[in-house]
Nanobody, 122 residues
Framework: VQLVESGGGSVQAGESLRLSCAVS????????MGWFRQAPGAAREGVAS???????TYADSVKGRFTISKDNAENTLYLQMNSPKPEDTAMYYC?????????????????WGQGTQVTVSS
């Protein structure tokens, strides 16, 4: 499974951004997909995940601001980032795992993209 993120960049606080993750080698419709992020000097943390049944899970820090979605026909995962804050600045990664449970623990995901940088300035 190969994952390629895009859509990162530098934005002002409150300026929306949408990340994309193109998947090849397998279909996302039957897998758990997730977005994770890692700021300098910090551990990688879960942001949002979506299961094969469409069930979504969010970290408390992004609830109400970020939305995860997927397009099964395009085999693409998205993260819509609304009202981003400077503390959202990080490298963002998409990841995939086989299974029906989609936790926000990076250690249980087997496949990772290279990441896309998001910088939010105040």
């Amino acid at each position: 499974v190969q994952l390629v993120e895009s859509g990162g960049g530098s934005v002002q606080a409150g300026e929306s951004l949408r990340l994309s993750c193109a998947v090849s080698g397998d279909t996302i419709s039957t897998n758990c997909m997730g977005w994770f992020r890692q700021a300098p000097g910090a551990a990688r943390e879960g942001v949002a995940s979506i299961g094969s049944d469409g069930r979504m899970t969010y970290a408390d820090s992004v609830k109400g601001r970020f939305t995860i979605s997927k397009d099964n026909a395009e085999n693409t995962l998205y993260l819509q980032m609304n009202s981003p804050k400077p503390e959202d600045t990080a490298m963002y990664y998409c990841a995939a795992r086989y299974g029906y449970i989609c936790p926000l623990y990076p250690s249980v995901y087997s496949y990772w993209g290279q990441g896309t940088q998001v910088t939010v300035s105040s």
